[in-house]
């Protein structure tokens, strides 16, 4: 017993890990950078002088990358691959045995599916599926505005979202004022840089204060959103990435059953229609989850009881070509029949 609560509550900070395998065919390389540019974390940098990227860690994470194959996704001489496995290995975050596997691109239509391109395959699907499967996390965007009609397009498509007993509790707040977005950046981006300085640090006393707020707060402390914060860091804390529209979800805390879902059912609506009408974005959750340390930002963004952001989300007009789906892990499914 001991045991099993030893290992729940230790490795909490930079666990044992095993990470992804950067892949990269230099003969290939058109030097364009998109690669570093569209990398949510820190881990693709560019060498200048020998005009590569190379993939990196931060101190005490040995791979800063949380798998997103972003950097595949826009490569136009298909140079780049992140693959192998994130497992890890000991502790409060261990993977489950059953997520073991390498990741595969999608397969709709059976194991068999692992043998055909996806071009082919996708000529099976509906428009609903391939805007499912051809979906990137937009974080760069055109210098352009987005028209007040097109951001009530993407509204109209949340409010048709299902909610629990049609309680419909959910508010939308858009800001298109690029300075109130910088603004809630740096406010929201102190708070990421006070928990990098914890998480990054070798001292003994903030190892013992990390395992102890990860034991009252789980899942905050995973490495992976720490190698985003890096990110953050090291574009002057641009945390909405300087997109023309923010959108933030807000839940009516008293709403049926659980609001969150609701919210974030809504929320992927936006996200979804966005996409089948070339809109590129990214959800953040870096708002949500330290709003509640700066009430600088709910007095700027206007929030009052009963509402609460769920989730925000960047929009606008994607900056780079998104040229094919991307592998994810297995995930692991059960059957009662
Ligand atoms: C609830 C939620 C919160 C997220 N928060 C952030 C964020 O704060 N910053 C960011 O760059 N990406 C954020 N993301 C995007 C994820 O990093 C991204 O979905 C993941 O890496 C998979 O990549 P893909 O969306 O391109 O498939 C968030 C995603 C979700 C679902």
């Given at each position: 017993?001991?045991?099993?609560?030893?290992?729940?509550?230790?490795?909490?900070?930079?666990p044992p890990?095993q990470?992804?395998?950067?892949?990269?065919?230099a003969?290939?390389?058109?030097?364009?950078?998109?690669?570093?540019?569209?990398?949510?974390?820190?881990?693709?940098?560019?060498n200048?002088?020998?005009?590569?990227?190379?993939a990196?860690?931060?101190?005490?994470?040995?791979?800063?990358?949380?798998?997103?194959?972003?950097?595949?996704?826009?490569c136009?001489?298909?140079c780049?691959?992140?693959?192998?496995?994130?497992?890890?290995?000991?502790g409060?975050?261990?993977?489950?045995?059953?997520?073991?596997?390498?990741m595969?691109?999608?397969?709709?239509f059976?194991?068999?599916?692992?043998?055909?391109?996806?071009?082919?395959?996708e000529?099976?699907?509906?428009?609903?599926?391939?805007?499912?499967?051809?979906?990137?996390?937009?974080?760069?965007?055109?210098?352009?505005?987005?028209?007040?009609?097109?951001?009530?397009?993407?509204?109209?498509?949340a409010?048709?979202?299902?909610?629990?007993?049609n309680?419909?509790?959910?508010?939308?707040?858009?800001?298109?004022?690029?300075e109130?977005?910088?603004?809630i950046d740096?406010k929201?981006?102190?708070?990421?840089?006070?928990?990098?300085?914890?998480?990054?640090?070798?001292?003994?006393?903030r190892?013992?204060?990390?395992?102890?707020?990860?034991?009252?707060?789980?899942?905050?402390?995973?490495?992976?959103?720490?190698?985003?914060?890096?990110?953050?860091?090291?574009?002057?804390?641009?945390?909405?990435f300087?997109?023309?529209?923010?959108?933030?979800?807000?839940?009516?805390?008293?709403?049926?059953s659980?609001p969150?879902?609701?919210?974030?059912?809504?929320?992927?609506?936006?996200?979804l229609a966005?996409?089948?009408i070339?809109?590129?974005?990214?959800?953040?959750?870096?708002?949500?989850?330290?709003?509640?340390?700066?009430?600088?930002?709910?007095?700027i963004?206007?929030?009052?009881?009963?509402?609460?952001?769920?989730?925000?989300?960047?929009?606008?007009?994607p900056?780079?070509?998104?040229?094919?789906?991307?592998?994810?892990a297995?995930?692991?499914?059960?059957?009662?029949?």
């Open positions: 017993m001991f045991h099993a609560f030893f290992d729940k509550f230790s490795f909490s900070h930079m890990t990470f992804f395998r950067f892949e990269y065919e003969d290939q390389c058109t030097h364009c950078k998109a690669c570093v540019q569209t990398c949510p974390t820190s881990c693709l940098q560019w200048e002088e020998e005009k590569t990227p190379y990196t860690g931060l101190s005490g994470i040995e791979l800063a990358c949380i798998g997103c194959n972003n950097c595949e996704a826009v136009p001489a298909n780049i691959r992140m693959r192998g496995e994130y497992k890890v290995l000991k409060r975050y261990k993977t489950p045995e059953e997520k073991s596997g390498d595969t691109l999608p397969c709709p059976g194991q068999s599916d692992r043998n055909r391109n996806f071009e082919e395959i000529k099976d699907l509906t428009q609903t599926e391939k805007i499912i499967y051809r979906r990137r996390s937009v974080r760069l965007f055109k210098d352009k505005p987005l028209s007040k009609e097109l951001i009530h397009r993407l509204i109209e498509a409010r048709f979202a299902p909610s629990a007993g309680g419909q509790p959910c508010k939308f707040l858009v800001v298109t004022n690029r109130v977005n910088r603004k740096q929201c981006a102190k708070i990421l840089k006070l928990i990098n300085w914890l998480y990054a640090g070798q001292n003994r006393w190892k013992i204060l990390i395992a102890i707020l990860s034991a009252i707060s789980a899942n905050k402390w995973d490495q992976r959103p720490i190698a985003a914060m890096e990110k953050i860091h090291m574009t002057n804390g641009s945390i909405t300087d997109a023309p529209a923010v959108i933030h979800v807000l839940k009516d805390k008293r709403g049926i659980h969150d879902v609701d919210a974030a059912i809504s929320a992927h609506n936006i996200i966005a996409h089948s070339g809109l590129g974005t990214c959800y953040i959750g870096f708002i949500a989850s330290t709003v509640a340390f700066v009430p600088a930002v709910k007095k963004l206007k929030i009052k009881y009963p509402y609460e952001i769920v989730t925000s989300i960047c929009v606008g007009y900056k780079l070509k998104y040229n094919i789906p991307v592998p994810r297995q995930v692991p499914v059960e059957w009662i029949e």
